[in-house]
């Protein structure tokens, strides 16, 4: 009976424990979102999301300019990184063995853990500096070259849980095999891409190292891919390095925005993740 | 080897009329690298009956089930030697190992089905019976079309009482009997001549596993089925012919009734009275 009752404390302990490391791990997060709410709530109002920038001493002014120059960019990126990085993943998955397929999984973990402004100083090179021009291109440039690892490994882990009997059920009936992988394989790892590519999405929405000389930043209104653009992470670097008090308050209001659009997209790839589960199973 | 190949010949001699050979092999071998998993089998599977082919574990028949559609070769390092004949609408054989024999248009004319149930977990009830069709040489037919394969595939598969009112629901949501009856009728949905069955009832329970037999009897009237099963039983009740395999050989084959009541080799009779295996 002894050791029963020893068990039940060490088990009661551990439980704790536990719960502790627990609540430890998601404090963090609270409390960001806390200290953001706390400082940035005063200076978002809908004036932020609907003007530009104003000179320091004039009241007001928003960063509508940046969450726009944000989304385009981030749709620059999701145009290259999305259709290259699933293709990628796709070869890969359905070239398990061959050396080319080691070859480039090898190199995209490279690309995958290279320092973002290395990334943003090789696409400054390649795309600012032949044209002598910073620009929204460069920018999506530069964050899709950060999205395509991510795709490319999600979709590889993505499609290798596709049951190998599904790709054989699909040739048996007389699929070629880009049909097969495309229309069956591809089709039936679909959610877990989609949730894979989303979280890369909220990944570069974040970046800010590889934008600061390739998009640049621009404090006026700008949509046009060839000039530059203004993004929420610089404008929120500009604004918390700059000296002026009315401008930290934009910078943690802008931190506030830049967060809830990284909150927003995780919880839609949750929702996408959870549909798949909760149909699919038997 | 000779002397089994020479009596499934005289066999065929004998039969009557109506069952011609629809599909046969000649000095069929198969290999996973240096592996020889086949070796130098002839044997032949007529039109209208169920052969069933049994032996123990590793014995070679799912792969040689598996050169008769070309499936075998989508594994790497796989490879056949000799010839799979499979006579045409016009009853010419033709091997289906012939050089410029394209390997999906077999496969769109000998179905499989295989030991767990395959449902493509993205498609409906519906959508998967017509799965073939997609790929079919002249396209998809028309919806209303496609609504009454379906339904014929499905009413042979002796599925459709059970499935006429969730066509659009997910095939997930089915049991796993009725999901193998699913896979069987997305396999005669495009009218092959010729049905492979992979140890169909491994994974199903008994009553399952007796509607799925069931099934297979009935199949035998518009098909060639080529069953392998590890249950003789199972062999015994939906089998015209049974082949004996041992250690990628074929050892013997026979009318079912024959081979399991007087074996004509000594290690048929060991395996079927359950000395081995």
């Not at chain 1, 536990?18 to 791990?25: E, G, K, L, N, S």
């Not at chain 1, 909150?263 to 959870?274: G, P, W």
């Not at chain 2, 499989?112 to 073939?132: H, I, K």
């Not at chain 2, 002796?158 to 659009?168: G, I, N, S």
């Amino acid at each position: 009976m002894r050791t029963i009752a020893r068990r039940r404390v060490v088990s009661a302990l551990m439980m704790t424990l536990t719960y502790v490391a627990a609540a430890i791990a998601t404090l963090p997060l609270l409390f960001i979102l806390f200290h953001l709410v706390r400082e940035g709530a005063a200076a978002l109002g809908p004036d932020f999301f609907t003007s530009t920038p104003r000179p320091v001493g004039e009241a007001g002014g928003g960063m509508a300019n940046a969450i726009v120059g944000t989304l385009v960019v981030v749709g620059i990126a999701s145009a290259v990184g999305l259709p290259v990085g699933v293709g990628a993943g796709l070869y890969l998955a359905e070239n398990r063995g061959t050396r080319l397929a080691w070859t480039v999984r090898f190199l995209s973990d490279v690309l995958n853990g290279l320092p973002s402004i290395v990334l943003g100083i090789f696409a400054w090179d390649l795309l600012v500096r032949p044209f002598g021009q910073f620009s929204a291109i460069a920018g999506g440039m530069a964050l899709g070259a950060i999205m395509i690892p991510l795709v490319t490994r999600a979709t590889e882990e993505m499609i290798s849980l596709v049951p190998g009997s599904l790709r054989e059920a699909a040739l048996a009936l007389g699929y070629p095999r880009w049909r097969t992988s495309l229309t069956i394989v591809l089709r039936t790892a679909l959610p877990g891409i989609v949730t894979g590519a989303l979280v890369a999405v909220a990944r570069v929405a974040g970046e800010t190292a590889p934008l600061l000389f390739t998009a640049f930043g621009n404090q006026f209104w700008s949509t046009s891919v060839t000039q530059p653009i203004a993004a929420l992470p610089l404008q929120i670097f500009t604004y918390a390095i700059s000296p002026y008090d009315e401008w930290h308050a934009q910078a943690w209001a802008g931190a506030l925005v830049l967060i809830a659009i990284v909150l927003v997209i995780s919880v839609v790839s949750r929702f996408v993740t959870r549909a798949r589960f909760g149909t699919g199973s038997d | 080897m000779t002397e089994v190949a020479t009596r499934d010949a005289a066999s065929t001699a004998s039969r009557p009329a109506e069952h011609a050979a629809r599909l046969f092999t000649e000095s069929l071998d198969a290999l996973f690298g240096e592996a020889h998993v086949v070796r130098d089998v002839n044997l032949r599977f007529d039109d209208r009956q169920v052969t069933a082919i049994i032996g123990p574990s590793g014995c070679g028949k799912s792969t040689l089930l598996r050169c008769l559609n070309r499936m075998h070769e989508t594994v790497p390092t796989a490879r056949v030697r000799g010839r799979v004949l499979l006579a045409g609408a016009d009853g010419t054989p033709q091997d289906v190992y012939t050089r410029g024999v394209d390997a999906i248009a077999v496969r769109r004319r000998v179905g499989m089905v295989f030991q767990r149930p395959t449902p493509f977990p993205t498609l409906s009830v519906r959508d998967n019976v017509a799965a073939g069709l997609r790929v079919a040489p002249g396209g998809m037919p028309p919806r209303r079309e496609v609504d009454r394969i379906v339904e014929d595939a499905l009413r042979r598969a002796a599925l459709w009482d059970e499935v006429k009112d969730r066509l659009r629901e997910s095939a997930t949501g089915l049991s796993g009997g009725q999901q193998q009856r699913l896979c069987i009728a997305r396999a005669i949905a495009t009218r092959p001549p010729v049905l492979l069955l992979d140890e169909p009832t491994a994974s199903l329970d008994p009553i399952s596993t007796q509607k799925v037999e069931e099934l297979v009897y009935e199949l035998r009237r518009e098909l060639t089925v080529v069953i392998v099963t590890h249950n003789m039983q199972q062999a015994a009740r939906v089998s015209d012919r049974t082949a004996f395999m041992l250690a990628g050989e074929l050892v013997e084959v026979a009318p079912t009734s024959t081979l399991f009541t007087s074996p004509g080799d000594a290690r048929t009779e060991a395996y079927i009275t359950g000395r081995f295996g």
